[in-house]
Nanobody
Framework: QVQLVESGGGLVQAGGSLRLSCAAS????????MGWFRQAPGKERDLVAA????????YYVDSVKGRFTISRDNAKNTVYLQMNSLKPEDTAVYYC???????????????????WGRGTQVTVSS
């Protein structure tokens, strides 16, 4: 069982930065692939970035490439999402998700993740 708690959301002007953190419980964090998803009002929840168990493989959706960076610290049971050059269209609730997965690439599908945080709101003003 893994419990996930996100933090770091807030209100920021366009062009600004935020760093989201997701703290995970449990002793086997290093065995989990992690993902950051987001859901804007009236839209589906979509993958933003994912990282495999070791941190050696990372995936980004095209709209955030070059602006967002996902990373993890297995010693601290924490995954991060550094968000730079934020745009109003990045406004959403951001969710951290985990799945027990030892493969070289983190899963991309929402249905593949079975542990979820409660989300943190990110609002980017124009």
């Amino acid at each position: 069982q893994v419990q996930l708690v996100e933090s770091g959301g807030g209100l920021v002007q366009a062009g600004g930065s935020l760093r989201l953190s997701c703290a995970a419980s449990g002793r086997t964090f290093r065995s989990y692939a992690m993902g950051w998803f987001r859901q804007a009002p009236g839209k589906e929840r979509d993958l933003v970035a994912a990282i495999n168990w070791s941190g050696g493989n990372r995936y980004y959706v095209d709209s955030v490439k070059g602006r967002f960076t996902i990373s993890r610290d297995n010693a601290k049971n924490t995954v991060y999402l550094q968000m730079n050059s934020l745009k109003p269209e990045d406004t959403a609730v951001y969710y951290c998700a985990a799945v027990f997965h030892s493969g070289p690439e983190a899963p991309k599908g929402e249905y593949e993740y079975n542990y979820w945080g409660r989300g943190t709101q990110v609002t980017v003003s124009s």
